[in-house]
């Protein structure tokens, strides 16, 4: 059975998470493979609302296996409150249903403080990141100085684990940023609960799924973030601390690129970003207004009002080569609906010339203006539609003209924020000749 990476294809928020629960029951694993609680990832079934931050959007399936990949950074903190906020919902989290890798990073309460302390020294240079200590945890991570999961087991090594850590990272905390230091021991007291709770769920997450990927099963990989907001490809340094595409995919959740069989980009039908950096086709007139207002566009984890903007074909271009996207899920599209005139960029306009490619300094790309092919609008709703053709003309042609630039088929479209919510003009988890 044909196994699935779903990315985002732009600066994350595009809806990966209701078509990843729209898509579990064709998958037996469901995998999150790299970021951690700074994702928010909405679903919404029979009108009941669930947001995610770390565990994977097939949860809510009964008869999918959910796991935590060692790519990710894990808050127990976060992770624990997110189990009983299920568990409140009737939902019981064991561990047939959830687990997490003992090779997945710690973010530990000092990653959160530092995080915190830094954005706040930066001023109006600040990133925007999500305070929740991605970065710090990603750092301490590559310098060979964090915890994994694992190391929670063993109470007894846990203090000489986190002395290093703490001397290097309270260094910076109290004399760098006038900020209290964290203490061993309040990490040894709160380790308790997290042993306890999170123990049972610690799995070898590589193996599991090979066993399954051996036995024929089907896995989808959920990213978080998007496409933009990758560490390599994204508009560094306005960016997270993970590699958020395709290929991060087989590293962060420990398989070989071999088994990928289909990449599907997930974008909205027009453009948010959430936090600081570049985004040029931002609109911050009615346009911009009315996407914002009808896609209620607010951060899922933080709350923070999205930036709104036009689809941006540059951006997506840059994103269908750095994941080798197969097909595109163009989700949004009812926001579009009473927009007298609707929006596309086609290239950017630098020092005279025509630029396709998404440049790598954001000096150019402040310089860069977007150029725009207009379309007409339509003022019928889409919202019970499913299939393509009973959509208005004007939403077919806009769906139309973006698959012929970039060469990629929108297979499935969204017309709501419910589960089932979903134009599917082709099934990603069949299997097809490339
Ligand atoms: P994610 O981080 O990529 O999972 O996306 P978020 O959950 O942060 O943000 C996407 C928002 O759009 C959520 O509020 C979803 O409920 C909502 N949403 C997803 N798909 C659609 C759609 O097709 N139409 C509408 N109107 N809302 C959608
Ligand atoms: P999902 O998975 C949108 C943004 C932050 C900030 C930058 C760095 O829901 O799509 P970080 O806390 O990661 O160090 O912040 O990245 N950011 C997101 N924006 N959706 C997300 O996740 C995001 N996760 C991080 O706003 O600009
Ligand atoms: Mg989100």
């Not at 959920?222 to 395709?246: I, N």
């Not at 926001?335 to 000096?363: M, N, Q, W």
């Not at 009973?390 to 077919?396: G, V």
């Not at 990629?408 to 099934?427: H, K, S, T």
Request: glycine content about 12%.
């Amino acid at each position: 059975m044909p196994n699935v990476v779903c990315v985002g294809a732009q600066w994350g928020d595009e809806g990966k998470g209701k078509l990843v629960d729209h898509l579990s029951p064709q998958a037996d694993l469901v995998v999150r493979f790299q970021g951690g609680s700074n994702a928010g990832h909405t679903l919404v079934v029979d009108g009941e609302t669930t947001i995610l931050h770390l565990i994977p959007s097939g949860i809510l399936h009964e008869g999918t296996l959910n796991l935590i990949g060692p790519g990710v950074v894990v808050d127990p903190d976060v992770l624990i409150r997110e189990i009983n906020g299920l568990k409140e919902k009737g939902l019981q989290v064991t561990r047939d249903r959830l687990r997490v890798s003992e090779r997945a990073s710690v973010i530990l309460p000092i990653h959160k403080a530092l995080d915190l302390a830094r954005e706040k020294s930066r001023g109006a240079d600040a990133i925007g990141t999500t305070g929740r200590g991605i970065g710090p945890a990603y750092e301490d991570r590559v310098s060979r100085a964090g915890l994994r999961m694992l190391d929670l087991l063993d109470a007894d090594a846990l203090p000489e684990r986190l002395g290093p850590l703490l001397k290097e990272r309270n260094f910076l905390l109290k004399e760098l940023y006038s900020c209290p230091p964290v203490e061993v021991e309040e990490i040894v007291g709160q380790a308790v609960e997290w042993r306890e709770q999170l123990a049972p769920l610690l799995d070898d997450v590589g193996v599991t799924i090979d066993r399954a990927l051996r036995d024929n099963r089907s896995v989808l990989f959920e990213g978080a973030q998007g496409t933009l907001l990758d560490v390599d490809h994204g508009t560094y340094p306005f960016v997270t601390s993970s590699t958020t595409v395709a290929g991060g995919a087989c590293a962060g959740a420990g398989i070989g690129p071999t088994r990928i069989d289909h990449v599907l980009g997930i974008s909205k039908a027009y453009a948010t970003r959430v936090g600081g950096g570049p985004f040029p086709t931002e609109d911050e007139g009615p346009a911009g207004q009315h996407l914002g207002n009808v896609g209620a566009e607010f951060g899922a984890t933080t709350g923070r009002k999205r930036r709104c903007g036009w689809l941006d074909l540059v951006v997506l271009r840059h994103s269908v080569r750095v994941n080798g996207l197969t097909s595109l899920a163009l989700l949004k599209l009812d926001v579009l609906t009473g927009l007298p005139e609707v929006k596309i960029c086609t290239e950017y306009r630098h020092d005279g010339a025509a630029l396709h490619e998404f440049p790598a300094s954001l000096t150019k790309l402040e310089a860069c203006e977007p150029v725009y092919q207009s379309f007409p609008g339509w003022s019928e709703s889409v919202a019970k539609v499913r299939k393509f053709e009973d959509l208005p003309d004007a939403a077919q042609n806009y769906v139309r003209f973006i698959e012929e630039r970039l060469e990629v088929p929108a297979e499935l479209i969204g017309v709501g924020p419910e589960r089932d919510a979903v134009i599917e003009r082709a099934n990603p988890f069949k299997v097809r000749s490339r």
